[in-house]
């Protein structure tokens, strides 16, 4: 959080900041519409997207930076909106602090390509006993912590082979995998279809995945 709040300042201070002769508004749009995305995923991340208030004033900023006259007013508007997502992302970390399954899903997504990851990395980082907290991921969620762990990996795998040209084999171990010969098949018993065929197809095939979380 402390890098983004350090990103987000450098960025809106050189709006207040600009002396005549004043750049382009189309050119100042396209800049804060790229802010606006580093907000966006920063509100991905603690999950604030969830709430229909701050999407709400996510929507109006964004239609404020395409629309509005008066970009200076739209910039103060922008800075009101990410002071309201820091107190949103600090109070979501509070709450992920007393939820150990969502702490340890947290450790999980942010881990997940160390090949190594165990059920008892993620009880030991919750504080909690491998046995009860592989108790509390299954009661909560339905899967076992393989099966998360295979999800999150998969959902990574399917990302890269979509967005990336990167090889298959570097793929794998992106995506928590040593042996690519495993990864391809984990990818066809929980996808349907091997890595190589799943890259050609387009995104439409996403909808038909099997065993994703």
């Not at 959080?1 to 990103?7: A, E, H, L, P, T």
């Not at 009880?123 to 076992?144: C, E, M, W």
């Not at 999150?152 to 082979?161: D, G, P, V, W």
Request: hydrophobic share 40%; net charge positive; proline share 4%.
């Amino acid at each position: 959080m402390k890098r983004f709040r350090v990103s987000c300042a450098a960025s809106i201070d050189e709006f207040l900041q600009l002396q005549h002769p004043y750049p382009d508004p189309g050119l100042v749009r396209i800049r804060l519409t790229s802010i606006l995305a580093q907000v966006r995923r920063f509100m991905k991340t603690y999950k604030l997207n969830d709430d229909p208030s701050l999407e709400q004033d996510y929507r109006t900023i964004f239609n404020s930076i395409l629309y509005d006259t008066v970009l200076y007013r739209t910039v103060q508007n922008l800075i009101l909106f990410i002071q309201k997502i820091f107190v949103g992302a600090e109070n979501s970390m509070q709450q992920m602090k007393q939820d150990p399954i969502e702490l340890g899903m947290s450790y999980m997504k942010a881990n997940f390509s160390k090949s190594s990851l165990r059920l008892e990395d993620v009880a030991q980082y919750v504080d909690r006993n491998p046995a009860y907290f592989s108790h509390l991921l299954i009661t909560k969620t339905g899967y076992s912590f393989t099966e998360l762990l295979a999800g999150i990996r998969m959902k990574e795998a399917k990302r890269l082979l979509i967005e990336t040209r990167k090889p298959i084999k570097e793929i794998s171990i992106l995506s928590g995998y040593q042996n690519a010969n495993y990864f391809s098949r984990m990818f066809r018993e929980l996808i349907g279809m091997s890595p190589r065929d799943f890259r050609m197809q387009k995104p439409d095939w996403m909808i038909n995945e099997k065993g994703t979380v």
